[in-house]
């Protein structure tokens, strides 16, 4: 049996540092950043929603952006930095965004809690101290199904040490 097309050339897989890992996955014909995450590395901390880049349910960063990445092509994250939910935590000790988010009790299903929480992290690291309206234009690209903003939003506000850390600003 003759060795598959991705033993025979190394130039087949692709590399992109995953959480502080260096990784390697087979390149592929329009292989989406989410499907590999998902499916092949196991990372199912990013979840698929609506697969349209509208519900941002599937953020990560990409060298520090957050990006969908149910519309990232694999071929573009190559030689670059991806950080998913399971990389923002540090020895198993959470994050600021996601300390309050549990804090505050901000998620009810929890499906978009992830993506909004990458997409906080990356709001204060850019902006750490963003008011209230510059939170809710960052926070644009992610939708939660079950309406709880005024905590998600307070979550963020407590993070970032602005809010008053009992809900959100209504
Ligand atoms: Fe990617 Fe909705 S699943 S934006
Ligand atoms: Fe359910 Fe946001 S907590 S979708």
Redesign the pocket.
Known sequence: MSPSPAREHPEARLGFRLNGELREVPRGPKRKLLEVLRVELGLTGTKFGCGEGECG?CTVLVDGRPLEACQVFLEEVEGRTVTTVEGLSTGGKLNAVQRAFADLG????????PG?VVRATALLQLNPHPTSSQIREAMEGS??????YRR?LGAIEQAAGTGNAKGGTP
């Open positions: 349910a901000a998620y009810q299903c929890g499906f978009c809690t909004m939708i939660c199904r079950c309406g709880g998600i």
